[in-house]
């Protein structure tokens, strides 16, 4: 009996640090970095400010090099092909990429990425592959937003069907206001994150529980045979 109680307290114990964990510990393989945030959610802890990005493509002939400018923390990558921009008359095209200062909630739209302005010196006659990082301690974007300002209306330019872990691609052939998010009137689907990411590990430490007490019973009953078969063999 004693070794039940000890099993049972270790149950107990086990279920207690799982539910004060930081969340995203059980979450599996998490982003290479924790993310930086303008205005960072209360489980987010610590936190660093978002960084910037610039490039200078060369263009020879005409043709602007391929080339992909990124922030200095890699929250953000944008991709241009070959003569992506129009660069008559430029030896050079410069392409910024600026967070947002401020955090806007447009009504419908729940973003959970920073909001970040990408500007450049030349108009893109190609398509450009943007790419947005997120955190592991939010629910799964479903679509890319575009607004010309923060003010105007936002609108989805959609996402694409693969994309490497807590990252999320898209393509434009225009510059302006950047956020990863989805429809706040229907969450993401398959999305385990609630309130921060902690209902998945209290699930996977309630099953623990449940498993480690159904055992318990059983292991009671096998010592007791155990004892039982002992003192019959005394007693011969």
């Known amino acids: 009996m004693r070794r039940a109680a000890l099993l049972a307290a270790a149950a107990t114990f086990y279920a207690v640090a799982a539910w004060m964990v930081a969340p995203g510990f059980y979450d599996g393989f998490g982003p290479p970095q924790p993310y ?33 400018a990124f922030t200095n923390d890699g929250q953000v990558v944008i991709g241009f092909l070959p003569g992506a921009f129009d660069a008559t008359g430029k030896t ?10 401020t955090c806007p909630q447009p009504a419908g739209i729940r973003f959970v990425t920073n909001v ?8 893109l006659v190609k398509p450009a592959n943007l790419v947005l990082r997120y955190s592991n301690l939010v629910p799964p974007p479903t679509d890319v937003y575009f607004a010309s300002d923060p003010a105007a209306p936002w609108k989805s330019i959609g996402a694409a069907q693969q994309a490497q872990p807590f990252t999320i691609d898209t393509s434009t052939r225009s510059y302006g206001y950047f956020a990863a998010g989805y429809s706040s009137a229907s969450p993401p689907p398959g999305a385990v994150s609630v309130g921060g990411g902690q209902v998945l ?36």
């Open 36 to 68: 930086n945030w303008t205005c960072p959610p209360p489980q987010a802890g610590a936190n660093v400010k978002p960084g910037s990005g610039h490039l200078d493509i060369k263009v020879v002939g005409s043709v602007s090099d391929a080339n992909s």
């Open 92 to 101: 050079t095209i410069s392409v910024d990429i600026t967070p947002l200062s």
């Open 116 to 123: 970040y302005q990408i500007t450049a010196t030349a108009p």
């Open 201 to 236: 590990p209290i699930v996977v430490a309630v099953l623990i529980v449940l498993v480690i007490l159904a055992g318990i019973p059983l292991a009671v009953l096998r010592r007791r045979q155990s004892r039982g078969e002992v003192e019959k063999e005394d007693e011969v």
